[in-house]
């Protein structure tokens, strides 16, 4: 989303150059361009999108890209972003540095045309002339670089923007919305060379696998026998990314004349799920547990542009906001959580990325029902370890921090903890995903507590719905145990 612009080169103060004014009034087509998430950011988690102004086929890299973003000053405008608002503005750069940058961060790129007639193109020229230097309320879920971009261009197009007012707006859904309008072109899409290079690898022999890994250690090392085909597309890929992200100078011409060396060609990379025609970002859910007799029901923004991509180990991440869980038990119906933020992402690494494990949570959860006493806590939970990808199955390990206030009866009081999750997620048969959790945390949170929890999840009718079968046993200043069952359907844009 939600990139944010760390003293970005910004445009605006550079306007008026003789080269950027002719090259905006010289454009013959847009296109909206969506980058792939970035899990190892929090506010790129469901990716970025902006406008391209440029006259080939696809952009060439003079072009002019025009996009909005939040501007931060410290650590903590990141968080306000997400809980509240902090100042953005508009930035015009150039295609060339887009794509470099995303590239050089393994992410994938989409590309779509926009279908504007000639009166639609000069009124969208005209909406970019005007915003720059504009400055404007930037949020992490509503008011970000999806909501502005979507207003640029369907003023242009004189259109209702998303009729019924949304509380969400995230870069997929951007798509969407355009997609429904007849406004989108069929997409060009551009996968990362470390996300190809990554797929090639995977695919090989341990002896192919083996020789590349040598060939990474010294690109120029002597060869007497001929390279296979597929150890050629791996070395031809890795050599892209990294005369793109190598930052020392010997090492990129070393790359470079590995490629020439062995003439080594590129084949297209296949494209996943068009994120253009996938369900919406919001997610109604209905749960019922089993043995406990009750009902639950819910709605969350899920982490859904993350259906499709191509690297491994993804879906198991999630961001919501403001997810509300209403359970009825008893005959009574109660606020049982509310999740204000919640974060989690398991991530094994590959071949350019390191690994990691993060967490951060916001929320408020009631447990009087269960142990019969008053017993309500709101917690910030944070925490960040490390996944690591055995025989298919991501393993993570986080040590975790929670502050906040406990309400055991009497009164609110202050509340510090420390605990440990583990995790393991993994393909079950079929479409068939399985996740296995064990979580403990302090004394301080009422005696002692920790739970552990199974759930397999399977994608139904299409990608818009999911079903999980969901196991729980508990002990945290009561025992129990759960089953339940939950289903999830995805709303389109």
């Known amino acids: 989303m939600l990139l944010f612009f760390l003293g970005c080169s910004s445009a605006w103060a550079q306007w008026g150059r003789e080269q950027d004014g002719a090259a905006l009034e010289q454009a013959t087509r847009a296109s909206i361009v969506f980058a792939t998430h970035d899990l190892s950011s929090p506010v790129s988690l469901f990716g970025h999108s ?108 004189g259109i209702d923007r998303t009729g019924p007012e949304v509380p969400f707006v995230v870069p997929a859904d951007t798509l969407r919305i355009l997609h429904a309008r007849g406004l989108l072109g069929p997409p060009v899409f551009r996968a990362s060379p470390g996300s190809r290079s990554q797929r090639a690898y995977n695919s090989l022999s341990a002896v192919d696998r083996a020789r590349v ?33 190598e930052t020392q100078a010997s090492r990129r011409d070393a790359w470079f ?80 959580r509310a999740d204000v933020l ?61 502050v906040g206030a406990l309400n055991g009866g009497e009164r609110w009081k202050p509340v510090v903890s420390v605990g440990l999750k583990a995790s393991a997620y993994g393909p079950l048969p079929g479409d068939w995903r399985a996740k296995f959790t064990s979580e403990w945390s302090g004394r301080e949170l009422a005696g002692m507590r920790s739970s552990q929890q199974f759930e397999a999840a399977s994608p139904v009718l299409g990608s818009s719905s999911t079903v999980s079968l969901r196991v729980e046993w508990r002990n945290q200043g009561y025992r129990d145990a759960s089953v339940g069952l939950l289903w999830a359907y995805r709303m389109p844009s």
């Open 213 to 245: 890994r040598s060939f990474w250690q010294d690109p120029e090392q002597p060869s007497d026998q001929p390279l296979t085909k597929p150890v050629e597309q791996t070395l031809s890929t890795s050599a892209d990314h990294w005369m793109l992200s």
């Open 50 to 157: 902006f406008l391209v102004l440029h006259q080939e086929a696809t952009p060439e890299p003079q072009a002019l890209v025009m996009e909005f973003g939040g501007m931060t000053r410290s650590g903590l405008d990141h968080l306000r972003a997400l809980v509240s608002e902090i100042e953005g503005g508009f930035t015009l750069s150039y295609f060339s540095y887009k794509e470099r940058e995303y590239f050089t961060e393994g992410r994938s790129l989409w590309i779509y045309p926009l279908r504007l007639d000639d009166t639609g193109l000069a009124a969208l020229k005209q909406q970019v002339r005007a915003s720059i230097g504009k400055r404007a309320r930037y949020t992490f879920p509503r008011w970000n670089c999806s909501h502005y971009i979507l207003d640029l261009v369907a003023s242009a197009a």
């Open 342 to 402: 919640a974060m989690e992402a398991n991530v094994p690494g590959d071949l350019y990325f390191h690994g990691f494990t993060q967490r951060l949570d916001l929320g408020y959860v009631d447990d009087q029902p269960r142990l019969g006493r008053v017993s309500k806590r709101f917690l910030l939970q944070f925490g960040r370890g490390t996944t690591r990808q055995m025989a298919k199955v991501d393993v993570s390990l986080l040590p975790t921090v929670a």
């Open 257 to 336: 004349r590995l490629k020439r060396r062995f003439r080594l060609g590129d084949r297209a990379a296949a494209a996943p799920a068009d994120p253009a025609s996938g369900p919406g970002s919001g997610e109604w859910t209905l749960g019922r547990d089993v043995r406990q007799h009750s009902t639950s029901i819910g709605w969350r923004l899920g982490l859904l542009s993350l259906a499709g991509e191509e690297r491994t180990g993804l879906r198991n991440a999630r961001l919501q906001l403001l997810a509300l869980e209403v359970e009825r038990r008893n005959g009574r119906t109660r606020l049982a």
